[in-house]
């Protein structure tokens, strides 16, 4: 929206001090003649933007155009801060929001706090994009006009339709009675019913979002904590889920616990190594697992795991044994 660009653009101009129209379009994402137009209308609705000419011109605002928000305190904006800098709001398309909204906070505080809340919030990362291995942790990406029906229809209230791709499915459209937003790990999930049953829909799987104008049909009232977590214990105890005792090397135990579904036994065997008892979705879920940590896990039991994990070491080495 136009309006939420004008109030960025002074925002960006007030911490700034000066940008050229080259930086200001980076920053918004629009050209420079979209921005050029944008500083037209802000001097025509009078306020005081200027350009300096010269090799380090740009537009700048006349000094004191501002206004502050008082009762904020240099902790709470740190609070504000460091939570705008979390990865959550990617999940369900609010990033630009969010970014909106952090300039309004920094530009808001009154001169004394800005510098000290600021300075503290570049001091701490929340959720880097790669680990201390260097694996990146990829978030999923959600269309920005997917993720704005969906929430539309969440805070409405309203029945949403949507095309769905669900795992080694046809896409198909579904018409669903939203019921609120999840996101763990970087990966966004609508909490829904259809046909009066309970739903969970991984966002970044929906091809096509429409808000229909029906009411939905649910509580007024939700507790999505309690409703995340009866959806989890449901999904864990389902499907063909699979037990595995696994003995493997205690620095790789984060890296298996991480994919599985439950621990349901541990304890440390003779030579240091970690004895699990360990719940996975289906077989294929086991074999992949344990597969991945290669010679630092061993499956001692089921023997049909063991064999299928011997039968695809015995072909990678047949494929890379030397030739005669």
Same mark, same amino acid.
């Given at each position: 929206?136009?309006?939420?660009?004008?109030?960025?653009?002074?925002?960006?101009?007030?911490?700034?001090?000066?940008?050229?129209?080259?930086?200001?379009?980076?920053?918004?994402?629009?050209? &420079?003649?979209?921005?050029?137009?944008?500083?037209?209308?802000?001097?025509?609705?009078?306020?005081?933007?200027?350009?300096? +000419?010269?090799?380090?011109?740009?537009?700048?605002?006349? @000094?004191?155009?501002?206004?502050?928000?008082?009762?904020?305190? @240099? $902790?709470?904006? %740190?609070?504000?801060?460091?939570?705008?800098?979390?990865?959550?709001?990617?999940?369900?398309?609010?990033?630009? =929001?969010?970014?909106?909204?952090?300039?309004?906070?920094?530009?808001?505080?009154?001169?004394?706090?800005?510098?000290?809340?600021?300075?503290?919030?570049?001091?701490?990362?929340?959720?880097?994009?790669?680990?201390?291995?260097?694996?990146?942790?990829?978030?999923?990406?959600?269309?920005?006009?997917?993720?704005?029906?969906? %929430?539309?229809?969440?805070?409405?209230?309203?029945?949403?339709?949507?095309?769905?791709?669900?795992?080694?499915?046809?896409?198909?459209?579904? &018409?669903?009675?939203?019921?609120?937003?999840?996101?763990?790990?970087?990966?966004?999930?609508?909490?829904?019913?259809?046909?009066?049953? $309970? +739903?969970?829909? +991984?966002?970044?799987?929906?091809?096509?979002?429409?808000?229909? @104008?029906?009411? =939905?049909?649910?509580?007024? +009232?939700? $507790?999505?904590?309690?409703?995340?977590?009866?959806?989890?214990?449901?999904?864990?105890?389902?499907?063909?889920?699979?037990?595995?005792?696994?003995?493997?090397?205690?620095?790789?135990?984060?890296?298996?616990?991480?994919?599985? %579904?439950?621990?349901?036994?541990?304890?440390?065997?003779?030579?240091?190594?970690?004895?699990?008892?360990?719940?996975?979705?289906?077989?294929?879920?086991?074999?992949?697992?344990?597969?991945?940590?290669? &010679?630092?896990?061993? =499956?001692?039991? @089921?023997?049909?795991?063991?064999?299928?994990?011997?039968?695809?070491?015995?072909?990678?080495?047949?494929?890379?044994?030397?030739?005669?």
């Amino acid at each position: 929206m136009r309006a939420d660009r004008l109030v960025s653009l002074v925002l960006l101009l007030r911490q700034h001090g000066r940008l050229s129209a080259t930086a200001l379009a980076r920053e918004l994402e629009v050209s &420079t003649r979209t921005v050029l137009r944008d500083i037209e209308a802000l001097s025509a609705a009078g306020v005081p933007v200027y350009a300096e +000419r010269g090799r380090h011109g740009g537009f700048a605002l006349l @000094p004191g155009f501002r206004t502050e928000l008082t009762g904020l305190n @240099p $902790d709470e904006a %740190l609070a504000l801060l460091v939570a705008g800098s979390r990865r959550g709001a990617q999940a369900f398309g609010l990033g630009s =929001a969010l970014a909106s909204a952090m300039l309004k906070v920094v530009d808001a505080l009154p001169e004394s706090y800005r510098d000290t809340a600021a300075g503290a919030a570049e001091r701490l990362l929340i959720d880097p994009e790669v680990d201390l291995l260097s694996r990146r942790l990829v978030a999923e990406e959600v269309p920005d006009a997917i993720a704005a029906e969906v %929430l539309r229809a969440v805070f409405a209230g309203h029945k949403l339709q949507i095309h769905y791709a669900a795992v080694d499915q046809t896409p198909k459209w579904r &018409t669903v009675d939203p019921i609120g937003l999840v996101t763990i790990r970087d990966r966004g999930y609508l909490l829904a019913t259809r046909s009066g049953a $309970d +739903r969970t829909y +991984r966002l970044s799987r929906i091809l096509a979002a429409k808000e229909l @104008p029906e009411p =939905a049909q649910r509580p007024e +009232r939700v $507790d999505l904590d309690r409703a995340w977590q009866e959806r989890s214990t449901r999904f864990r105890t389902g499907g063909d889920q699979v037990t595995v005792l696994v003995l493997m090397n205690p620095e790789r135990r984060e890296e298996l616990l991480g994919t599985a %579904l439950a621990v349901s036994a541990e304890e440390a065997d003779a030579d240091g190594r970690l004895r699990l008892e360990v719940t996975f979705q289906d077989p294929r879920h086991a074999e992949w697992a344990l597969w991945q940590l290669s &010679t630092d896990a061993e =499956a001692l039991a @089921p023997q049909w795991l063991r064999t299928s994990l011997r039968n695809r070491a015995t072909a990678l080495a047949t494929r890379y044994g030397v030739s005669s």
